[in-house]
């Protein structure tokens, strides 16, 4: 099976040399300005350049991010800070008692390297006796030794602040930084004139490029795959297609585990559908080439009623996995279904009532009638409230849940109709940048915020439906949502 | 396409008061694509219909029908039947869309559920902006592909009013002055002196004035 890497990067050698050693056959683009036209799906992808056309199951972008030192857009320019790594020759540093900052602000989860590089030189200035402050937007947990890490700079001194809010001004004369630090409910000052910056990798134009081309949903900052932290950071919105996400400040082991983890994914993924579509239990060694078969990787996937639809791209455009393709020769949009993860918001935001997630019926006919229905997401609300069998006992046969693959799959519609067989609807989703569609969560909110209005509107009780977010983790604050609805 | 908004869901209550059996025709065309007369829209409505129906105890039907166009007979008579068996009928098309439903069924009361706003584009998922006025007589050969009479504010023909300001206009700060995006449209083509070109006072004959406008394409009229 072919995989075409697309970018220009110092790792593509040793990319190839990993897939092909797999049994793949890679296809290096490194000049995106040459490709012409991307189109398909995963194990249908075509790519044409200048050149030629390629046809590829995979896609791994490997285009380079450029680098940066963070706090870049602050006043302050970065001469008068210093980098993670430049602590200077300890032995060299004289008495200086003044309290040194190491800040980590990113917006996510920072990069496991400079976690751990941050970790080790603020514990080894606090083992020397200086008074070391750790200031830390989103502290990493995950990550190999990073555990260890932060008990090595514990034990040794170091000060741990977790912030939401950060304001950092430079006094010229006094030579000193001044630090404000928020986390929401207290604030703290800090006067040093010794701060130490995390390095970042910012998108280039080049990673632009390719997210528009490969259809790619970028984040805030330019991002293909950034603050997502419970995806491995090679996955993209896009099934099928890889980002390497690498830079040059990116450590050679880091860089290989995750060469490794992307080809041993797609390898572990071709071999399961070769074995579930032929039915031949010994995995071949050698992946097969899926081009121009008709193979079934997701069964349940989105479906366009063609005499329905009106040709009008919303679902094209609000699809999170770039799962909606245009049909030029019927004049509709089809679903490509080895991309579609079913998670509905197609079907929700589709003004002609035109797709439909396979082998989901609508419910219609079933005469339900307790007091509260439970819509929720599978990811969130529907883990949550298996934990709450006992719980829930006391007011068994007053609810009823449906759980959808999304949030964003809950619409008005749904929860009206929902709303005529029982007296109260709650919808609960996932969190705030949890959602694994993206954005399915805050549609699923405003949907709900859509149906008080019209309750309200037409003078009805708009308390019959509440949205919750949660995490699979908060079952109880799922009870309290619903004990306050019945 | 022309763009409308759904009306306020108060007014399409209030004026389907005390009626049992409802029929909301969709439209499956313009306001489809604009989100404010499709078949989802209509069935949410169906759904609030029949939710309030039910809460007053009173039996509400609401059966939606979805036509292609309002605004070709054919299509209408598709949908008949389920339209006769009505006691009223929403029409969720544009102002064409409605009117020509309730010439179609002519005893039949046929009411509006949305505002027809403009002929429009569509700039984002879910929002739509004017481009066009329909004024009957295209000038925009002369002003860049950027039309004075929909896009500035007072369809000024020879220039901005003193009102631009940075690019916008004074009426709302948030709308584009139309005038600085035909300068920019034009320096962007290398035309800009296009501009010194005086375009004579609009013949607005061609727009409102003379009533009812008509068109006819006499190559394929059908001889009686």
């Known amino acids: 099976m072919n995989v075409a890497i697309v970018g220009r990067s110092q790792v593509n050698g040793v990319l190839q040399k990993h897939l092909a050693e797999q049994g793949f056959i890679p296809f290096l683009v490194d000049d995106i300005d040459d490709i012409r036209e991307f189109n398909g799906e995963k194990f249908k992808f075509t790519l044409r350049t200048s050149r030629n056309s390629i046809n590829a199951g995979y896609v791994i972008v490997t285009e380079e991010l450029s680098?940066?030192?963070?706090?870049?857009?602050?006043?302050?320019?970065?001469?008068?800070?210093?980098?993670?790594?430049?602590?200077?020759?300890?032995?060299?540093?004289?008495?200086?008692n003044w309290p040194m900052a190491f800040i980590l602000d990113f917006p996510s989860e920072s990069p496991a390297y400079i976690t751990a590089e941050a970790l080790e030189n603020a514990a080894r200035l606090a083992v020397r006796k200086k008074r070391v402050l750790y200031l830390a937007r989103f502290m990493r947990t995950a990550g190999s030794d990073v555990e260890s890490l932060y008990k090595r700079a514990r034990n040794s001194g170091v000060t741990f602040i977790k912030y939401n809010e950060l304001s950092i001004n430079y006094d010229q004369d006094a030579g000193l930084f001044q630090i404000q630090a928020k986390d929401g409910y207290d604030s703290i000052r800090i006067e040093t004139p010794e701060v130490h910056v995390a390095g970042k990798a910012v998108p280039g134009s080049g990673i632009g490029k390719i997210a528009k081309l490969l259809r790619l949903k970028q984040d805030k900052n330019?991002?293909?795959?950034?603050?997502?932290?419970?995806?491995?950071?090679?996955?993209?919105?896009?099934?099928?297609?890889?980002?390497?996400?690498?830079?040059?400040?990116?450590?050679?082991?880091?860089?290989?585990?995750?060469?490794?983890f992307t080809v041993s994914e797609i390898k572990s993924e071709v071999n399961r559908i070769y074995k579930n579509s032929t039915g031949c239990a010994k995995v071949l060694d050698m992946p097969m080439d899926f081009s121009g078969t008709d193979v079934v990787i997701n069964d349940k996937h989105a479906v366009v009623d063609a005499g329905?639809?009106?040709?009008?791209?919303?679902?094209?455009?609000?699809?999170?996995?770039?799962?909606?393709?245009?049909?030029?020769e019927n004049s509709v949009m089809k679903n490509l279904s080895n991309s579609c993860q079913a998670c509905g918001i197609c079907v929700s935001v589709c003004p002609a009532d035109a797709v439909r997630i396979t082998g989901e019926d609508r419910e219609e006919?079933?005469?339900?009638?307790?007091?509260?229905?439970?819509?929720?997401?599978?990811?969130?609300?529907?883990?949550?409230?298996?934990?709450?069998?006992?719980?829930?006992?006391?007011?068994?046969?007053?609810v009823s849940v449906t759980s959808v693959r999304c949030g964003g799959d809950i619409n008005v519609e749904a929860i009206t109709s929902a709303l005529k067989q029982h007296e109260k609807?709650?919808?609960?989703?996932?969190?705030?940048?949890?959602?694994?569609?993206?954005?399915g969560n805050k549609r699923a909110q405003r949907f709900v915020e859509r149906v008080k209005e019209m309750l309200k509107a037409s003078g009805m009780d708009e308390n019959r439906v509440e949205c919750l977010k949660i995490s699979h983790a908060m079952p109880y604050v799922m009870l309290d949502g619903i004990r306050e609805m019945i | 396409?022309?763009?409308?908004?759904?009306?306020?869901?108060?007014?399409?209550?209030?004026?389907?008061?005390?009626?049992?059996?409802?029929?909301?025709?969709?439209?499956?065309t313009c306001v489809t694509v604009c989100m404010a007369g499709g078949e989802k829209e209509a069935l949410k409505l169906a759904s609030i219909l029949e939710l309030k129906g039910k809460e007053k105890n009173v039996p509400v039907k609401v059966k939606v029908v979805t036509p292609k166009r309002q605004c070709d007979v054919e299509f209408l008579d598709d949908v008949a039947e389920d339209i006769?068996?009505?006691?009223?009928?929403?029409?969720?098309?544009?102002?064409?869309?409605?009117?020509?439903?309730a010439e179609r069924f002519r005893g039949k009361l046929v009411l509006p559920g949305v505002n027809t706003k403009f002929i429009g584009v569509a700039r984002d998922v879910g929002v739509w902006t004017e481009m066009c006025q329909g004024c009957g007589e295209c000038i925009l050969e002369k002003t860049g592909g950027v039309c004075p009479v929909a896009r500035c504010s007072k369809s000024n023909f020879n220039g901005p009013c003193g009102g631009s300001s940075g690019g916008k206009c004074e009426i709302d700060p948030s709308i584009d002055c139309g005038w600085q995006l035909i300068y920019n449209r034009l320096k962007e083509l290398g035309r800009l002196e296009k501009l010194y070109e005086i375009i004579e006072p609009k013949d607005w004959r061609s727009s409102r004035d003379g009533g009812p406008r008509r068109v006819e394409k006499k190559e394929v009229r059908i001889d009686a």
Do not use: W
């Open chain 2, 84 to 101: 006769q068996d009505s006691d009223v009928v929403l029409s969720m098309g544009c102002g064409a869309g409605i009117q020509f439903m």
């Open chain 1, 425 to 439: 609807v709650l919808v609960v989703t996932c969190m705030d940048d949890a959602c694994k569609h993206f954005e």
């Open chain 1, 308 to 328: 329905k639809c009106a040709f009008c791209y919303t679902c094209f455009r609000a699809c999170p996995h770039a799962a909606m393709a245009p049909d030029y």
């Open chain 1, 365 to 398: 006919g079933r005469i339900e009638s307790n007091t509260l229905k439970i819509l929720c997401c599978e990811n969130s609300g529907e883990i949550a409230v298996k934990k709450l069998r006992d719980e829930l006992s006391e007011v068994y046969g007053k």
């Open chain 2, 1 to 28: 396409m022309i763009v409308a908004e759904q009306k306020p869901l108060e007014e399409i209550m209030k004026s389907l008061e005390g009626f049992e059996r409802i029929a909301i025709a969709a439209c499956g």
């Open chain 1, 67 to 96: 680098n940066e030192r963070y706090l870049d857009d602050t006043p302050l320019k970065d001469t008068s800070y210093r980098s993670i790594d430049d602590i200077g020759d300890l032995d060299k540093r004289g008495t200086e």
């Open chain 1, 222 to 260: 330019g991002f293909v795959n950034e603050g997502k932290s419970f995806l491995f950071p090679t996955l993209t919105s896009r099934d099928g297609i890889y980002f390497l996400n690498t830079a040059s400040l990116t450590k050679a082991e880091e860089l290989l585990e995750r060469i490794q």
